[in-house]
């Protein structure tokens, strides 16, 4: 890689114009930097571990300075060095053996498959700047769109390219189609009524004052995601009024709560604007019962949205999709395709059952957007958007229902053999089961267990949460050496367990999306962590203290 | 393309299992039909054409099924389809002749780093899945933040790579950039005091009450992008909120209106929360006088945001910056790198000239983004990012500022040719002169030329509107037209110029942006309208009828 693309290093117009240029040959020089980079790419991704530990202040180091270089520098060179100080400092997000985060493999057909959306370079906020990529967004929010809701045929033909109707929105990711979905609750809860213009021309306070409500509220499972409450902040709402509700020993929402968490806001004049169902929380992976928030959002008639972003994927599995049963009555639901669709980074979407309930945040501008328009722009939180939805569409028809059923069987059947690997194990507790592919648990010796158990069958709060406490910084140190050893990562949390009476609890997180995560290296987690903890000899005193 | 990688039609384990695995030889199948579409790329980016009409409607056929295939299909049949089919009919962006809009061709070598950003599929929402993209993102911001602000090196020391503080964000695009800065403004306007625990807190309505405020305006120019408007209706001030101010008779916003404007606010009770200066207007590309704008907003203690998302980029120009002299005052500045930066689609940022700006945005979650982390995802609007900021980083670094020094200066100086050539010609009339590379014009034949003067001279408003209106029509049956036959693209915009007595008027617009256009391009667009205007004999025929 010492050549270059015939340029001196003071740039010149000529020269200039040639990185503009498609190459003409194979062998040119940037073809062959393009096979090395590929090359590298094939190395990085196929190497083991789960990441290289650096100390971050020393990968800060290669990039402090705040100069644009004067002079041009050669692809070749640039390669050279993000290979070396970005690449090799990068998370391997794609091993195997890193099951801590929702960031999974991909199919290795999706890279030439971006190269391609790049260079085409479309721009999806109007059809002049995308053309087909308009209706192939279209069919993929329509795919979608009959995946959760399955409406009938009719209502697709009617629907699916119509001008001022969209079957749902593509965003960059979850945070924003939670926002678009919130968005939509609260202008057509605030709509237009005599003379009063709508939340959307007139603003919050009027609006408030002209319904006579004292505030908005959203109600949703105290596991929901933190981009609710940017949604709720973003809009004026405030995030006091987004009232978390208990969840029951199985990390699902306890509807019987919000049910008189609403009659108690409605008593004191705050109208329930949405409520919302998660459908895999980010923290323990469970679902709410959305056939019975479907039905009390019924009662309060407000605005029902399920934020499926993790777990949507399973309806793709015709073996589990009943686990979501009750999605089909939401209002919207989100859904991330980089998610478990094994899509790339970028893929979110929000779907409304009614093709009509975006019109609730419609805008138009002279230049674009015009009325009547097919431009997906019109109705959309975001503008200028890539053509990522032929990432998604490429996925949908190469991997197909056939190709999901097995990824999604297997990465819930997996979750469920690990969990069993967790409870047969003498030294592990399995703090919350699996309902898809995510599970908690957390390392404990056996002296410790048997010294929870008593302090739980004593009601000895006290001695439990000095235990826990114990274990806690356990927990903590294993995650954080596992990590920087680089050989496997899995990503910590906290949660409030039913069982050790709502304290908090530090848990070890796993999501089990990656279909190259065999069972060995389950087992190989495992007895790495048993080592680690072994070698935490004061942390270990520290808790054999507590426990007695 | 007929072979596949040796997956049978119905999906099994084995096979899936393969599409995560990375090819090990260069000529596996999955390279091969890499090398192919690569070489189709290549093609379709170096056809002359600016875009292929086919009718949408034919298009959305072959997009019409919203079921997912029940079988997989071969990688290799699903690229011939969507060569056929989807890249085929996209918009040619790169092409020289494509003028209309603000997307143009990209730098080849950001293709395979395209492919390497989305292979190793990072997540820059957190440092545990993103590790060196976290300081290389921080390092972009922190060079944009420096052109842009210019402050002293110890500056950047402080704050680049520190925890709680940013000195901007990368969004997906301008639109989030320009919502999250009016965003933040409206958070610090509205911050805790005394017993109030602030707008983020207790929402729009309590806050306005705690501060004794009617509503909260926002003022821009009457040229200020539509997404202003969105953000105006997210953040629950409502559209009327947003006060459009007049421009002059060169599409800069005229600070004395608006300053009268803050005035007679005020005195209704309503407080101007922040004053946006456009700097790149999307319709005329004009730059607002951001001086007095930032003298007006000292006067007002309010926040000061520019709009700079297309025309940032001319900061990269040592000869043109003072262009956009006082951008150094704003409290936040938008800039899109895939404008006038040469990044593919997807890299908006908004800077903070004050690095604890955004904690009045910043939210926290116990399984990331724990308070004191680097992760950039605690103090962004978005929550899950890919790493688009590595192109930016790419760019700036392989171009240079004598790269860009080029690029910029040869952007602006071709509008200003493209001016020249309109203005001499004796059939086209200049509507807005480019002050940076964008620039509107219309086809006016000399007859209508000489009867609009008389018209104007004679102060005969109703003969200037009927003619404009003969005009108008003549240069959308233009615009379409040419659109249609593909071989060259200008969009189209309504603006009320001064000299029409601020009627509306439909002109062409067009942005100089791309490297490989040439003066002989520009000529040649000239001449296909001034035959396309021969061709409508009707229009001609009822324009003549309006100037007698």
Known sequence: MTQHHSRKATASEATLMRIFTVPEAADSTLGRIEQQLSRDLAGFLNDSIAALEKPLSDIEEHF????????????????????????AQSVHTASPSFIGHMTSALPYFVL?????????????VKIETSKAFTPLERQVLGMIHHLIFGREADFYEQWLHSANHSLGAFCSGGTVANITALWIARNNLLKADGNFRGVSREGLPRALKHYGWQDLAILVSERGHYSLGKAVDLLGLGRDNIITIATDADNKVDVAKMRAEAARLKAEGIRVMAIVGVAGTTETGNVDPLEQLADLAKELDCHFHVDAAWGGATLLSAKYRSLLKGIERADSVTIDAHKQMYVPMGAGMVLFRNPALASAIEHHAEYILRRGSKDLGSQTLEGSRPGMAMLVHACLQIIGREGYEILINNSLEKARYFADLIEAHPEFELVSA????????????SFAKAALDQALAEGNSGRVNAINEGLNALTRAIQKTQREQGKSFVSRTRIQPARYLRETVTVFRVVLAN???????????LAEQCELAAGETSLLADLRAACE
Not at 71 to 85: E, G, Q, T, W
């Open 64 to 87: 402090a300075s705040v100069q644009i270089p004067k002079a041009p520098r050669f692809v070749s060179d640039y390669v050279d060095d993000i290979m070396a100080h970005l690449v």
């Open 515 to 525: 279909p190259l995560t065999t069972e060995q290296i389950l087992q190989d987690v």
């Open 434 to 445: 699996p309902e898809l592919c995510l599970l908690t648990y957390r390392y404990v010796p």
């Open 112 to 124: 030439p498959l971006s190269k391609l959306m790049v260079g085409l370079n479309q721009n999806l």
